[in-house]
């Protein structure tokens, strides 16, 4: 009795290592495209992410975005912080959140890149 014992238990771990073991990744995770031409080793909010919120989002996401029916001001940096999880769900074009921009097109993979360092290194006002 002894012996079946310990061999179901060679063959459960045997079994759970080999199907741990097994998992599907997708390559462009694993292994993402490097864009030799993005600065990432300086992105702050002042230099790198308000001005690519002016230039990308706030014509529809500026001062007048409640009226608007946006909802979202991303003119400030109190406001960018506070949304930053949804900014970058919604440019990643994750699901469950609107794609922005909405024509479609997702902004430049440098852009989103600059901005999901910022929000890692704690989405710093600096």
């Not at 998992?23 to 992105?43: A, G, M, R």
């Not at 001005?51 to 909802?71: E, F, R």
């Not at 001001?73 to 506070?82: F, G, I, P, R």
Request: hydrophobic fraction near 35%; aromatic fraction near 10%.
């Amino acid at each position: 009795m002894k012996r079946t014992t310990i061999v179901k238990a060679i063959l459960f771990i045997s079994i759970s290592f080999f199907t741990y073991s097994c998992y599907y990744d997708k390559e462009e995770q694993l292994y993402p495209v490097i864009d030799t031409n993005c600065d990432t080793s300086n992105v702050t909010y002042k230099n790198t992410i308000s001005t690519m919120m002016a230039s990308n989002c706030t014509s529809c996401h500026g001062a007048n975005a409640v009226a608007n029916g946006y909802k979202v001001d991303l003119t400030t940096y109190t406001s960018v912080k506070a949304n930053i999880n949804k900014i970058v769900s919604a440019i990643d074009h994750q699901s469950g959140f609107p794609p922005m921009p909405p024509t479609g097109t997702k902004m430049d993979a440098c852009k989103i890149t600059q901005i999901k360092l910022w929000q890692t290194a704690g989405a710093l006002n600096n």
